[in-house]
């Protein structure tokens, strides 16, 4: 059986399209898109091969069946720790069996036996450092937990999160004041997981060095989310604030694109820069098909970061197709919108703008505005909202986001006259969204 849901297809998939240009596509690590237990594969979206480790408790996919084989009798969850757990420990089992060494290893095989004609697009997803917080024991100890940085609390907004527990909490609270000795280790675990993803990447890029691949070859960076590890008294993701939604965004292009003779190439921007445009996760689908050549078929809602890789290109122009920017410009989006439904508890859905400069907030449940100067307080410790001389400030924000979920056609469960509405249920707004009901019913996803 499957979650039904899994096996709808959306209207655009970014695997479909890049087969569709003569590639050949295939995921490994993390893809949350569900497991068929009658094929006993993934739910596959269109890639060609999957190898998945999803992290969940009910699924039981490539890395459980290779563990539960490799180690019959054997708790792969021995560490002791959950998956949505604040704590953190080392991994108790042999660092060959941990999840990031597997998918890392996948990785590599891949790379060295790939024996195809035809391009490859491989996407290797690490699960962590999501929780559960466990890296092996040797990564865990380049960092010492009395020199972890403590977490940001006592802004003039956070206090309410300040749960007090009488006893030990539940491993999976959201929320809550939890002693600095405890986050310190959980934050040393935490560096640690990603000092062991990075000692995979490490590997991963070597190979493809070594397999003649490096100079034909886009290599991008990044994450779903972050983790709020403590600070404002929250943890995990699903935020709007800094640790929870402040990722990454790494790009390194072969030097084939390059415009210099007599490769002809079409990026002029110097490896290593530093850009300060606002970028999202919605940029990747057009990105790569950017890449890959592939025409766009569908309206998509983001932008081909090779815009602004080719930025400097004499009279080339930026494309953008964010909602709230103009469909053609000379210049990159001006800031970008975020959103999250209802997850961990009943308040916790919101939407949010940002130019990477000032950050607004509407959270629906309490019906409040929560605006950030993010120059001076990047940490978001400070609430201007309700500061007069940031009245208009508030108000430009504000409005912007009234006048895209006017011009999205949201309706008056979302604004009305103008004004912002109160949502005390979380609602799934998409026009993509395979269960929505702004789109025709779903295609099975039979392949």
Same mark, same amino acid.
Request: proline share 8%.
């Given at each position: 059986?499957?979650?039904?849901?899994?096996?709808?297809?959306?209207?655009?998939?970014?695997?479909?399209?890049?087969?569709?240009?003569?590639?050949?596509?295939?995921?490994?690590?993390?893809?949350?898109?569900?497991?068929?237990?009658?094929?006993?594969?993934?739910? $596959?979206?269109?890639?060609?091969?999957?190898?998945?480790?999803?992290?969940?408790?009910?699924?039981?996919?490539?890395?459980?069946?290779?563990?539960?084989?490799?180690?019959?009798?054997?708790?792969?969850?021995?560490?002791?720790?959950?998956?949505?757990?604040?704590?953190?420990?080392?991994?108790?089992?042999?660092? =060959?069996?941990? $999840?990031?060494?597997?998918?890392?290893? *996948? *990785?590599?095989?891949?790379?060295?036996?790939?024996? &195809?004609?035809?391009?490859?697009?491989?996407?290797?997803?690490?699960?962590?450092?999501?929780?559960?917080?466990?890296?092996?024991?040797?990564?865990?100890? &380049?960092?010492?937990?009395?020199?972890?940085?403590?977490?940001?609390? @006592?802004? +003039?907004?956070?206090?309410?999160?300040?749960?007090?527990?009488?006893?030990?909490?539940?491993?999976?609270?959201?929320?809550?004041?939890?002693?600095?000795?405890?986050?310190?280790?959980?934050?040393?675990?935490?560096?640690?997981?990603?000092?062991?993803?990075?000692?995979?990447?490490?590997?991963?890029?070597?190979?493809? &060095?070594?397999? @003649?691949?490096?100079?034909?070859?886009?290599?991008?960076?990044?994450?779903?989310?972050?983790?709020?590890?403590?600070?404002?008294?929250?943890?995990?993701? #699903?935020?709007?604030?800094?640790?929870?939604?402040?990722?990454?965004?790494?790009?390194?292009?072969?030097?084939?694109?390059?415009?210099?003779?007599?490769?002809?190439?079409?990026?002029?921007?110097?490896?290593?820069?530093?850009? /300060?445009?606002?970028?999202?996760?919605?940029?990747?689908? $057009?990105?790569?098909?950017?890449?890959?050549?592939?025409?766009?078929?569908?309206?998509?809602?983001?932008?081909?970061?090779?815009?602004?890789?080719?930025?400097?290109?004499? !009279?080339?122009?930026?494309?953008?197709?964010?909602?709230?920017?103009?469909?053609?410009? /000379?210049?990159?989006?001006?800031?970008?919108?975020?959103?999250?439904? #209802?997850?961990? +508890?009943?308040? +916790?859905?919101?939407? *949010?703008?940002?130019? !990477?400069?000032?950050?607004?907030?509407?959270?629906?449940?309490?019906?409040?505005?929560?605006?950030?100067?993010?120059?001076?307080?990047?940490? /978001?410790?400070?609430?201007?909202?309700?500061?007069?001389?940031?009245?208009? #400030?508030?108000?430009?924000?504000?409005?912007?986001?009234?006048?895209?979920?006017?011009?999205?056609?949201?309706?008056?469960?979302?604004? *009305?006259?103008?004004?912002?509405?109160?949502?005390?249920? !979380?609602?799934? =707004?998409? $026009?993509?969204?395979?269960?929505?009901?702004?789109?025709?019913?779903?295609?099975?996803?039979?392949?």
């Amino acid at each position: 059986m499957v979650n039904t849901l899994y096996t709808f297809r959306y209207p655009y998939e970014l695997p479909r399209a890049l087969s569709s240009g003569g590639y050949f596509t295939c995921s490994i690590g993390k893809d949350h898109f569900g497991w068929n237990t009658t094929t006993n594969e993934g739910v $596959p979206h269109g890639y060609h091969r999957t190898d998945l480790y999803d992290g969940l408790p009910k699924e039981l996919d490539d890395y459980d069946q290779w563990f539960a084989e490799a180690n019959p009798g054997v708790n792969p969850m021995a560490t002791g720790l959950e998956y949505n757990d604040y704590r953190g420990r080392a991994y108790v089992l042999d660092e =060959y069996y941990h $999840p990031t060494a597997y998918v890392g290893r *996948a *990785a590599i095989e891949f790379l060295k036996t790939y024996d &195809q004609t035809r391009p490859f697009f491989l996407k290797v997803s690490f699960h962590r450092p999501h929780s559960p917080y466990d890296p092996p024991k040797v990564y865990m100890d &380049q960092y010492d937990p009395t020199h972890m940085p403590d977490p940001y609390t @006592g802004g +003039n907004w956070d206090s309410r999160y300040a749960v007090n527990y009488n006893t030990t909490p539940d491993p999976g609270i959201w929320c809550g004041n939890i002693s600095l000795d405890t986050l310190r280790v959980s934050r040393q675990a935490y560096y640690g997981n990603v000092g062991f993803i990075d000692s995979w990447v490490g590997e991963i890029l070597t190979v493809l &060095q070594e397999q @003649g691949l490096a100079d034909d070859t886009f290599v991008l960076f990044t994450a779903d989310h972050g983790d709020m590890l403590g600070d404002h008294y929250h943890f995990r993701k #699903t935020y709007p604030y800094f640790g929870s939604s402040h990722i990454p965004m790494m790009f390194k292009w072969p030097m084939s694109r390059r415009p210099h003779p007599p490769t002809g190439g079409d990026i002029s921007e110097p490896r290593g820069s530093v850009r /300060e445009e606002v970028v999202e996760l919605r940029d990747l689908f $057009p990105t790569f098909l950017d890449i890959a050549g592939v025409p766009v078929a569908h309206t998509l809602n983001g932008s081909s970061l090779l815009n602004l890789l080719r930025a400097s290109q004499p !009279g080339h122009k930026l494309q953008n197709s964010i909602s709230q920017q103009k469909q053609e410009g /000379e210049t990159w989006r001006e800031y970008l919108d975020l959103e999250h439904s #209802t997850c961990y +508890n009943i308040t +916790n859905h919101w939407n *949010a703008l940002t130019d !990477g400069h000032t950050k607004y907030v509407f959270r629906a449940y309490f019906d409040d505005e929560q605006l950030f100067d993010l120059d001076s307080d990047p940490h /978001e410790m400070t609430n201007l909202a309700g500061e007069p001389e940031w009245r208009s #400030t508030l108000e430009q924000w504000r409005g912007r986001m009234v006048e895209q979920f006017e011009r999205e056609g949201r309706g008056p469960q979302w604004v *009305a006259d103008r004004k912002l509405v109160r949502r005390t249920k !979380g609602q799934l =707004y998409s $026009p993509n969204y395979p269960g929505s009901t702004r789109n025709p019913p779903p295609i099975p996803d039979t392949d």
